[in-house]
């Protein structure tokens, strides 16, 4: 009964502060000079188009590094530290080359890139017949008989009609991931993945894979192709079951390196050893600058901590910004920085990612108690003005899911994403596809998440 009443008290606490005249003014004020006096799109043209791509273990990503201290030690926190964290350094070498060919010497290039974590082609590159699959009980019918000394063809599009689109980019994502892994164990000498996109274009989309438990000596290239060169190679395919297909890349897997999460804190007022964290990946491919995934997610990040220095308010609990390091090929920054804080003791009773994009925001994905989301989901009317309407339970980040625990509570910044695919690792993920309001507006939300739990939770 008495845990009932807490429960109840706490519940009320937050509803009825919902139209609470001091926290609309402060609101209203994280949004305008985020507007007006933001500084979340000048930090990413710098990342974006002084650093570039910033693939883990890359001299990009350790610039990335040092820019990243400079500017938080610029903003003037109580502490600026960097956490020392091993990641997987994989370089793509010169850029890829395939090709279709139906008979001798009638050849049609397609675009490809090869698969981060991939082994290189022969220094001849490839030429076998190709089988197309749909997923991999497809391949697994065809079996090893059919598979052995050919390239297989993995071409599940994401599903267009979930309005979702990381719900249809997790239902084919599996074929990237583990393509190779499968099509080995059958003799295939290697994968062509169909990009993770919606659209028809030209761009192929990079992306992490793994070859599991596999012995160097059984590893095949893994190469992703373009949705265009996926569909031409899909349509020659049911022409000629005979055609052959060319795949030239020289990647190459080295030692880890030593690299580190990028760390600045506000130390709280009130409860400074209770922790909430707001964080993005500072990595990214290497095909474009990684504006979208996870630029955006920094700077935004970033701007948090400094919106609440502008605007005055100083949190009653430690208010940490985490650039993490790795996300993309390993996510050994999230598993560093989570080990760290167990090692620690760290209560961290609130986490928040961006990493979907700058887009518009809509609101966020939460993953908490029932108790705490309906709490949570009666703050709607603050967020009603700036057109954030979507409080649902969900995942937050994998940069944030370790810590998770029973009680506390994690969340998403969850921008439309109906352009995101369009970008996320390819060679268009650069400056020019950021728009300044739409970036500085998910700033300013995430801002106000962070206070409104903070300000409420006592």
């Known amino acids: 009964m008495k845990r009932l009443l807490i429960t109840l008290l706490w519940i009320g606490m937050f509803t009825s502060n919902a139209q609470n005249p001091e926290v609309e003014t402060q609101i209203k004020e994280l949004y305008t000079t985020a507007l007006l006096e933001g500084q979340s799109y000048e930090w990413l043209r710098h990342l974006s188009n002084q650093i570039g791509g910033r693939l883990s273990g890359s001299l990009n990503a350790e610039r990335a590094v040092e820019w990243g201290k400079e500017e938080l030690d610029a903003l003037g926190l109580d502490r600026v530290y960097l956490q020392p964290v091993m990641v997987p350094k994989w370089i793509r070498g010169t850029f890829e080359y395939a090709n279709i060919e ?3 010497g009638n050849t049609v290039n397609v675009p490809v890139c090869a698969l981060g974590g991939s082994v290189a082609t022969p220094l001849g590159g490839i030429k076998a017949e190709v089988v197309e699959v749909k997923n991999f009980e497809e391949l697994q019918a065809l079996g090893s008989e059919k598979v052995k000394g050919k390239i297989v063809f993995y071409n599940r599009p994401m599903q267009a009609d979930l309005i979702n ?15 190779a892994k499968e099509a080995a164990q059958l003799g295939a000498v290697g994968v062509i993945v169909r990009s993770m996109n919606l659209r028809l274009d030209d761009y192929p989309h990079t992306g992490t894979m793994s070859y599991g438990d596999l012995p160097l000596n059984k590893r095949i290239p893994a190469a992703a192709i ?17 055609l052959t297909f060319y795949l030239k890349q020289n990647c190459k897997n080295l ?3 030593l690299s580190y999460n990028v760390i600045g804190e506000i130390k709280g007022t009130t409860h400074p050893e209770e922790f909430m964290v707001v964080g993005g990946h500072l990595d990214s491919w290497d095909l474009g600058d990684g504006a979208h995934d996870d630029g955006a997610g920094v700077v935004q990040s970033m701007e948090v901590l400094r919106l609440f220095k502008k605007t005055g308010y100083r949190p009653k ?4 910004v985490v650039l993490f390091m790795n996300e993309e090929n390993g996510q050994r920054g999230a598993i560093k920085y989570a080990a760290e804080a167990e090692k620690n003791k760290e209560n961290h009773v609130f986490a928040l990612e961006s990493d979907a994009g700058g887009f518009s925001p809509r609101g966020f994905s939460i993953d908490t108690t029932p108790e705490k989301l309906k709490a949570i989901q009666a703050w709607e009317p603050y967020f009603r003005p700036y057109l954030i309407h979507m409080f649902i339970k969900g995942g937050s980040g994998a940069d944030v899911d370790d810590l998770k625990t029973d009680s506390n509570i994690l969340a998403g910044l969850r921008p439309d994403s109906q352009r995101y695919f369009d970008y996320h690792h390819t060679a268009i993920d650069t400056f020019d596809a950021i728009n300044k309001r739409e970036l500085e507006l998910g700033a300013a939300t995430m801002a106000t998440l962070v206070y409104l739990v903070d300000y409420f939770t006592l």
């Open 317 to 320: 609990r430690t208010l940490r």
């Open 102 to 104: 139906t008979s001798p």
């Open 165 to 179: 689109t990381f719900a249809a980019y997790s239902g084919c994502v599996s074929q990237r991931v583990s393509g």
């Open 226 to 242: 373009s949705t265009n060169g996926a569909e031409l190679l899909s349509s020659m395919l049911a022409l000629n079951p005979k």
């Open 255 to 257: 030692p880890d390196v």
